[in-house]
């Protein structure tokens, strides 16, 4: 008899404990204007802004004069070069394609910039035929997109990683610079290189 009433008071407690439950709201439908904004916040953060507008001032074609230091204290090799960048993907992205010679070899260059408005930085991914490896680069700027200051990466061969700094300077309509100084995985300098962008006329 005892057991058997223990069994009716545990469903008693089960039995209240569900009627319990059920008397809880149930969970609220989000606001609709909430969901709204949202939407609308998503869909002007995939639209080129005002950062995107800079870059496009960048298109066009251009001659280029580079100075490349294999290493720190070397006198710097003059080069010269053509380049073409044009706005792609509906004006997101900027594009550039390069040719020139560096140390008697002749070079092609393709790069991918642009401005992640979620992540509020610039971002790119810059190649050429005198390696296999991804430039990865990731700018702030702190006078309106005139100047982009990126950390950029590619790894090396022994597993290591080798870091550069990478300013990308707007002058006027016809000019503007791109300076590449690099450092190994185990913190010594690395090459430098500044090339300067005259536009054709």
Known sequence: MKSRNTVLAVLVVFSLAGSAGSQEKAPQPPDKAQQEKQMADEMAAIQPGAAHQKLTKMAGE???TTRFTAQAGMPPEETSGTAKLSMVLDGRFLQEESSGAMMNMPYKGLRLTGYNNAARQYEGS????????????TGKSDDD???V???ASFSEANGGETKM?????QGDDDHFSIDI???YSDGSAGPHLETMYTRKK
Request: no cysteine; charged share 15%; glycine share 6%.
């Open 165 to 169: 700094t990478v300013i990308v300077k």
């Open 62 to 64: 251009w001659t280029t």
């Open 126 to 137: 810059w190649t050429w035929t005198m390696s296999t490896a991804i430039l990865r680069m």
């Open 145 to 147: 997109g005139k100047t």
């Open 149 to 151: 200051t990126y950390a």
């Open 181 to 183: 100084n690099g450092k």
